[in-house]
Structures are given as C-alpha cells and as structure tokens.
T-cell receptor, first 113, second 113 residues
C-alpha cells in the first residue's frame, strides 16, 4: 500500500505571498491531520479533517486554513506568509481518526524569505 | 503550556546497551500514547503505542512503560543499534472529546558504534 504523499517537498516563498500544500492519505484512510514542525517546538497541531469536515483545530491564526476533498486528499493554505511560517509541514492520515495510529508523510519544507 | 514534555533534548548510548527515552504529561485526560521515530528529511514513523489500561507494551526491541500516577512514560530500546539514531517523539491524546494528538519536542538519540 502506498504511504502518505505530500507535494511539493520543498518550497521557497517571500513574505506576503500565499502557499498551498497538498497531501494524499493512505488509501482508505479518511482522517487527515496537519502539523507544523519547527526547531525546539516539536510538532504543533494545525487541524484535522475527517470526511471533508474540519473536526479539530489547533491554536494557529486564521491565515492557516485547510480543506479535504471527497477522495480524502487534503490541502493546506497559508496566506500572507510571515518569516516565522518557515517550517516543515507534516500531514498524517489515519483510518478513522479516533484511536487509530497516524501515519505521516515526508513533509513539505517551506522557507519564507 | 506544553502538555507533553520530553526534557532531554539529546541522549547518547553505546551500541548494544539500553536506551531509555522519557516523556512526561500533565493532562490527566490523556489515555492513549504513542512513540514516533524521525530521521532527517522524512516524516515521523510510528513505533509503538500504549493505552492507559496497560502499564507496559512490548514490540521486539521496543518497550513502552506507562506510569499513570506519575504521568510518565518511557521508551526502552534493547539492545540499541546505530540505525536507531534518530529523533524520538512521544505523543498523547484523549480518546474522548478532542481528536488531536499533542506531541513532545523530541529527543535526539545517538547510538555510538
């Protein structure tokens, strides 16, 4: 079974721009979660989508948004980029999302200049 | 407020010896815990999990211990191998209510040959 895929793997943007990241979960998985990883901060939860609905949200500003499509693929959008948004953005999928283990993709490395 | 803490940012262990990675949590509602391993430029890989109804779970060289009264869990790797060198994250969640996982900041393990 193919794992979680994320595109693009690397991205360079400038302040004020917006960016869209994509995540394709493992086949059959209906839950997709997004995390931001920065040095010293571990993985910070952004949001979770289940069956096209946002089920949970972390403490990030409204510039961070996401959506999930009917095929469970998910996109994450960050508008008005700031230097502090530079991070590794990880997507994780799970079968049901409640007590199931999450499986991570390789991440998208976003650099904001 | 860091609800899941990994107080040791790094750990070095000789090959063949035991590696013990520690994790503390503050939220008594957490009842499901996981350990992930992360290599550079890759997403975290699931290692082992434990439910709060157990105090120990074993999978090959990896054992996780849970002390609910102390709100502490640990991951034991025996024997340690050079390929175990990676960053290890613990994660916790409450299986009722919120569906989000809270991650620690990670411990970098280096196994010396």
């Amino acid at each position: 079974k193919a794992g979680v895929t994320q595109t693009p793997r690397y991205l360079i943007k400038t302040r004020g721009q917006q960016v869209t990241l994509s995540c394709s979960p493992i086949s059959g998985h209906r839950s997709v979660s997004w995390y931001q990883q920065t040095p010293g901060q571990g993985l910070q939860f952004l949001f979770e989508y289940f069956s096209e609905t946002q089920r949970n949200k972390g403490n990030f500003p409204g510039r961070f948004s996401g959506r999930q499509f009917s095929n469970s693929r998910s996109e994450m959008n960050v508008s008005t980029l700031e230097l502090g948004d530079s991070a590794l953005y990880l997507c994780a999928s799970s079968l049901l999302g409640s007590t199931d283990t999450q499986y991570f993709g390789p991440g998208t490395r976003l650099t904001v200049l | 407020d860091q609800q899941v803490k990994q107080n040791s940012p790094s750990l070095s262990v000789q090959e063949g010896r035991i590696s013990i990675l520690n994790c503390d949590y503050t939220n008594s509602m957490f009842d499901y815990f996981l350990w992930y391993k992360k290599y550079p430029a890759e997403g975290p890989t699931f290692l082992i999990s434990i439910s709060s109804i157990k105090d120990k779970n074993e999978d090959g060289r990896f054992t996780v211990f849970l002390n609910k009264s102390a709100k502490h869990l640990s991951l034991h790797i025996v024997p340690s191998q050079p390929g175990d060198s990676a960053v290890y994250f613990c994660a916790a969640r409450a299986t009722s209510g919120t569906y989000k996982y809270i991650f620690g900041t990670g411990t970098r393990l280096k196994v010396l040959a």
